[in-house]
């Protein structure tokens, strides 16, 4: 069974940063991946970023690039989302997310957390 937890969300004001982090249990295999997405208010869930377990191979949707980090801690089964320079249109709730083999782009994930909201304020 799978279970993922997420933690890290918050109030901050434009410009700040957030950590989000996934603590993941019961990923077995290498070729598992993570990724983060994120739902806005009456928008559909849109793809953040991804990580693939194994080799580390990040992926970012345009509009967080050079803003966000994907990273890993295998040792500890854990994710992170670093989100520096936060702008207001970065506000929604972000979840955590896992799938067998890394398909950028997407938002089709076989395991998903509760949901972490994030609000930024301008």
């Known amino acids: 069974q799978v279970q993922l937890v997420e933690s890290g969300g918050g109030l901050v004001q434009g410009g700040g940063s957030l950590r989000l982090s996934c603590s993941a249990s019961?990923?077995?295999?290498?070729?598992?991946?993570m990724g983060w997405v994120r739902q806005a208010p009456g928008k559909e869930r849109e793809f953040v970023a991804a990580i693939s377990l194994s080799a580390g191979s990040t992926y970012y949707t345009d509009s967080v690039k050079g803003r966000f980090t994907i990273s890993r801690d295998n040792a500890k089964n854990t994710v992170y989302l670093q989100m520096n320079s936060l702008r207001p249109e970065d506000t929604a709730v972000y979840f955590c997310a896992a799938r067998r083999f890394i398909v950028v782009g997407s938002t089709d994930y076989t395991y998903w957390g509760q949901g972490t909201q994030v609000t930024v304020s301008s």
């Open positions: 019961g990923l077995t295999s290498s070729r598992d991946a």
